[in-house]
Every structure is written in C-alpha cells, then in structure tokens.
C-alpha cells in the first residue's frame, strides 16, 4: 500500500515536471500552424482554430533578410554539422586510439590537459580565438565554424574510453601478419567501434547544430549564416514585430533536425553522456 | 616505457621505443589542436591585456593598467555581480530539481519511465535561439504564456509582469529558461549514478530499519559523492559562461541587471573595440572558472567526511 502511494506521488511530480519541459515546445509547434491573430490569446488556444501550414513554406522560404531565406541557413547548417560530425569521428578515434593503447612518457598529463580544457567556457576565449581564426584567414567563412569543434576535450575523452575496453590481442595478431600501424587503425579497430561512431556523431552534431555566439562573433555576410544566427534576426525588437506564427514556424523547423536525430539515436546519445560523467568505462 | 612485446619487435628504433613512436603519432592531431585553440588564445590574451590595444594594430604596453581599471570598473563589478546571481540561482535549482528527478526516475518497472526520461530530455537537444523566441513570447506581458496560464489559476494581478523588463524578475526569468534546458541533461547523469549503487546496501539498511530519507541521506548521497563532483563543476562552467539565454531574453538589460560577464566581454570588444580592456577582463574570468572548478571539486571531495 505504502508503495503504491509512493508511485502515485512519483508519477505527479514527473507528470508536472515533464509538462513544464514540453509545454513551451508543444505551444511553439501550435503557434507555428496558427493564424497570426490566434497566436497571443487568452485563454491561450492550445489547437489551432484554423490550420494553416503555409507557414513552414513561408517561413521556409520567403528572403526574410537581405536576399536570404531559413533555406540558405539551414544549408549551411547542415553543411557545418555533418561536416564537423564526420571530422570529429575520424580525429577523435584517431586521437583516442594513441591514448587508449599506447604508453609513453607524458601521455596521461596530456590527457588531462585535454580534459582541463572542458572546465573552462568558450566565451572567455572568444576574442583571441577570432584573432587566430583572422590569422588564419577563415573569418566569415563555414570552415571557421567547422575547425575548432573538429576535436575537443569531451569527444578525445569518449573515444579513448571507448577503444580502453577494445582487446588489444586483435592489434598484436595483426602486427604478426605484418599489418602497418595505421592499417591496424582503419581497419581493424575504428570498424569495431560501432555504435560509439553513432555516440560522437550525435553528441558533436547536437554542439555544432545549436552554437550561436561563435557564429555571431566570426561570421558577417548573411548568406553564410547559420540557422541560429539567422533566427536571432527575428524576435522582440526586429522588424516582423507582428509575424509572430512565422517566428514559431521557422523555431519549429530549427529543432527539428536535432530532434530527429536525437530520437533515432536516443541510446548511443545516452551512453555518451553517461561515459563522459565517468560513470562507464 | 615500452612493452616487451614491443622490444623484441625487429623494427624497433634504436632510440625511441615504437610505443612512443606511434603513439605520439596517434595523439599528435589533439596536440595540435591544445596549442592553436587553448594554448595560444590563452598567451594571446594575456599579451593583449597588458596593453591598450584597440582593433587596430597598435598595441602600447601599459602593464597591470587594465586589470586596476577593472578592479574598480562598476560595470565589471556589476557584471560579476550579475553572473553570481544568476549561476547561482540557475545552477542551484537546476542541480537539486536534477537530482530529485533522478531520484524519481530510478525505478525500471515504473511504466511510461522511458517516455519521462524523453520528455526531460528534449530541451536540452533543441537550441538556444529558436527556444529563446519562444521564451520571449512565454514572457510577454499580458498576451504571453504565462499571463495565459496566470489567468487560468486566477493570478489575474500578475499577468501584466514584466519579467525581462523589471531588474529584481530578468534574473529569475532567465534562470527560469536555463533550468527548463540544462535540467534534464543534469538528470540523466544523476540516474545513471544512481543506478551505478548496488541495490543491497538500501535494502539492507531498510531491513536494519532505516527510513526511506535516512538511506537517501546516509547512503546514496554519500555515494552520490564524485558524480555531484561532476554535476555542479560542469553545471557551473557552462551557466557562468552563457551568453545566448541573457541575449535572447533581455540583451543584458534592464539596467545592466543581466549583463553578464560573457555580454560584458563579448560588447566590449566586438562593440566598443577595447581589445586590451576586453582581453585583461577574459583572464580574470578564466581564473574564475578555474577557480571554481577546483575549489567546488575540494570542498565536495571532503565536506561528507567532517
């Protein structure tokens, strides 16, 4: 009896807080199908009283800004996700194999100073981080948003835990055959990782996806912008003042990727996180 | 250093024993990477705060000119100020609501446990900006969601609050923001701590008579111990260093009441072109951070022995 009032209870307090958590999103996705006159109503209209999906194609495509579209942002988002996920797959595998499986002097201080790196925030490096990215002559352009989350303390971290737990015997039996070490690398250890691509992959897409103050700081000619950016051109205080089912709209469509791709890898996602609180080895 | 596997091997360098060879080798990329994005930006920083340099290419040293400036700069000292308030606020709750959820979600037969563990999970993968207009809107006076759920519970006197617009509720309101995106992710890494607790040392302190909140207490707090460690450094790093919430929602104002130490940075050199000024302010963060980080991992490695 006592047990199941305790059930009754957890199930409230989950029920309120997972009401909280998706309450603004599922009045976003509302807002976004709505006329503009039953967006802001009270009581607040949780169903559309007239569907009107030509807002996605609206917001989609009509050249908000000077000459550009969610469209084009969108673009070069995906370009600078998929580019930055697949870079850092094949470096922090690289780099995680070196400190999963060899020794040498000075490779644990190393380790930690990649991993000291995750306890500071990238907004107090910004502004020499702009002069490098200005030297290397990669200012207003995608490669900028690319290179430096190409490789990080978190993504070096999860691939050396992952590879640790690999048998090293399968690298000595190739050695014997006469395999060089880098093909010991390709093609025998990065293809026995498995679902911890999918883990690197979806935890560097999500970073990526979502930056902002990077892009804001090193990119200044609009049809390079990405979706972030460009959705920070509407808002409070811009000129669409009113087309407020357009902003839900082009929001809508900006989680969208990154929720799909969380819902097709929700376990690898998981598991990433949990490896990179040190919980699983 | 290396293996006797490795010294019987006939290509074995004289010198440098092949471990380390290929390891370096392996490694080498990140080393790269440590020197251009942390290392250099770091030296970069410090050089430049040591000077008045503006975005030109002049740079005059002028020593510790810019960190005494700072010292007694009352818009430094009120973004500090701004910055402790908020990750304060936003990192306590969002820490104790993570662990409460943990704690709640820690029961696999519970049906519809998956489907929760989702929902918690959603404003974290989504970004910033496009839950930032729908933050805006949430906030709205009068017309928002907020006024709209303030009527429906008969609150009517507080639907016209100006949450971004009033000093004492834009720190609340932006708190507000960042503990509906960061908690969840909190909450995952606490479930899976928890789960990491053998199941018999509860069951045998119940047996021993012990109530529910005596075992979360005296045994799974303690064992808790190292993922805490975790949760409030990470928590702490990445509020304090937030820029996108604060300039979705308020832009830093009213007033200066959330200009935040990333704002401060980011409008004092990318608007007002102080760079020696921007750079000096940077350093002081960084040790800030760094402080933190190692003092919270301190106090919390001891506080649960004395």
Known sequence: MRHFQGRIVRYVCLTLYGAFSVMPLAWMVSAAFKRPQDVL???IRWVPPVWQPGNFVQALLEPRFSGSSLLTFALNSIFVAVVTSLASIILSSFVGYGFAKFRFRGRDP????????????????IIPLYLIMRGLGLLDSLWALIVPLALTGQTIFL????????PSEL???????????????????????????????????????????WPLVVLSSQDHFTVPLGLSLMGLGSTFLVDYHLWMAAATLAVVPPLVFFLLLERPYLRGLETLSGLKE | ?????????????????????YGLFFVSPSILFFLVFWIAPVVLALYYSLTNWKIGPNATFVGLRNYADLLIDPRFRQATLASAELTGLAVASTVLLALGLAVLLNDDALPGNRLFKVLIILPVVTDWVATGLVWQLVFLPNRGVLPGLFSLVGLRAWMGLGWTSTSSLAPMAIALFIIWKTTGLYAIIF???????????????????????????????????????????????TTVGLFEPVFMLTGGGPADATRVLPIFLYETFFQFHNGGYASAAGVLFLLLCLAFAFGAARVMRYSFYE
């Open chain 1, 41 to 43: 109503t009270i009581p």
């Open chain 1, 110 to 125: 190393l380790l930690w100073a990649m991993l000291s790196t995750t306890l500071l925030p990238f907004s107090s490096v």
């Open chain 1, 159 to 166: 691939a050396r835990q992952f590879i640790v737990s690999l």
């Open chain 1, 171 to 213: 690298m000595d039996a190739a050695r014997v055959d006469g395999a060089g070490e880098l093909q010991i690398f390709g093609r025998i250890m990065f293809p026995l990782l498995g679902p911890a691509i999918a883990t690197l992959g979806i935890l560097t897409f999500l970073v990526s996806w979502n930056q902002f103050l």
């Open chain 2, 1 to 21: 250093m290396s293996s006797s596997a490795s010294r019987a091997d006939p290509r074995e360098h004289p010198l440098i024993p092949r471990e380390t060879k």
């Open chain 2, 191 to 237: 479930l899976a701590g928890l789960k990491g607790i053998p199941r018999h040392f509860a069951e045998a302190a119940v047996v021993d008579g012990a109530t529910g909140w005596q075992v979360f207490q005296q045994i799974t707090l303690p064992l808790l111990r190292p993922i805490s460690v975790f949760v409030v450094v990470t928590a702490f790093v």
